[in-house]
């Protein structure tokens, strides 16, 4: 299976092309490949306009892939498209130009800036036929996967690193990750947002309906120390994801190439548009 890829100003372009491409790599995902990319980034966004030229070299001139330059071009040549900007402002519109090709798409996080944005995406979806998936690599760590599948967790400590955007603000860039894991676990029948600033940290703490609770601890400065304890009437887990010696980029890639080749997405939108709900609740006390 052939993929296009647009953006090349994340690190997930190296990585998601490494995997796919590189049949050294020790966790190489087999069945599909990177073989064309439009190579864009945000003039406005240092994260994006800063690594643009690192992330080029890499995935154009290491591993070949072709550049071409419209969506018209890409979307021919390919079976399934990424769109793997940094800057989520512009996923929708990336969206909107490929969503008539009636190829899967995987949107890398944030998957939009609002829930109208994510209520169009899913409406374009359904109208083209066109399958859409979205979704955080942490869900697909080894230990979120492994405790989801025990479940009736009570309550939970997440933590991790939640460095802010101006241009993606609050909890829409970094703490996505941590509201993804917390999503997966726990489900999306939150109740309550509540959000109380620390000198080194915002702690969130949401309230599900059945009463189950949670608390989110997003640290201000990056670092790449994610985990979570969970608790439920019998049982107590703790998870170090850092630990992992499997990625967790890994088990995403292989379920977009799942995704894919079947058209079914391993988290369906109406998830993904829980998340982004939360996102903004959370935003609102930030």
């Not at 992330?55 to 399934?80: P, R």
């Not at 991790?160 to 999503?183: C, D, K, R, S």
Request: charged share 25%; proline share 3%; aromatic share 10%.
């Amino acid at each position: 299976m052939k993929i296009g890829l647009i953006g090349l100003d994340t690190s997930h372009s190296e990585i998601f092309t490494r995997l796919l491409n590189d049949l050294d790599d020790t966790y190489h995902v087999k069945g599909a490949k990177i073989t064309h990319a439009i190579p864009t980034f945000s003039e406005d966004l240092p994260i994006s306009s800063n690594r643009f030229p690192d992330y080029y070299q890499i995935v154009i001139k290491k591993y070949g892939v072709a550049e071409v330059e419209t969506v018209e071009e890409i979307m021919n040549e390919v079976d399934a498209i990424i769109i793997g900007t940094v800057d989520g402002r512009n996923h929708l519109d990336w969206f909107k130009q490929v969503v008539t090709y009636r190829k899967p798409v995987f949107i890398d996080k944030p998957v939009v800036m609002s829930s109208e944005e994510m209520a169009e995406v899913m409406g374009l979806s359904k109208k083209n036929g066109t399958p859409v998936m979205s979704s955080s690599a942490l869900r697909f760590s080894e230990s979120v996967m492994a405790v989801n599948r025990k479940g009736n967790w009570s309550s939970g400590y997440f933590y991790g690193p939640t460095p802010m955007q101006e241009q993606m603000p609050g909890y829409f860039w970094y703490g996505i990750h941590l509201v993804e894991m917390a999503v997966t676990l726990f489900g999306t029948g939150v109740e309550k947002v509540q959000v109380e600033y620390k000198y080194d940290c915002h702690q969130v703490h949401l309230t599900y309906k059945d009463g189950r609770h949670l608390l989110i601890r997003g640290e201000s400065e990056w670092h790449g120390r994610f985990g979570a304890v969970l608790h439920s009437a019998d049982d107590v887990q703790t998870l170090k994801l850092w630990e992992e010696e499997k990625p967790f980029y890994a088990g995403l890639v292989e379920h977009i190439v799942e995704f894919f080749e079947t058209g079914k997405g391993a988290v369906s939108l109406e998830e993904t548009a829980a998340i982004v709900r939360i996102i903004e609740e959370i935003n609102k006390g930030l």
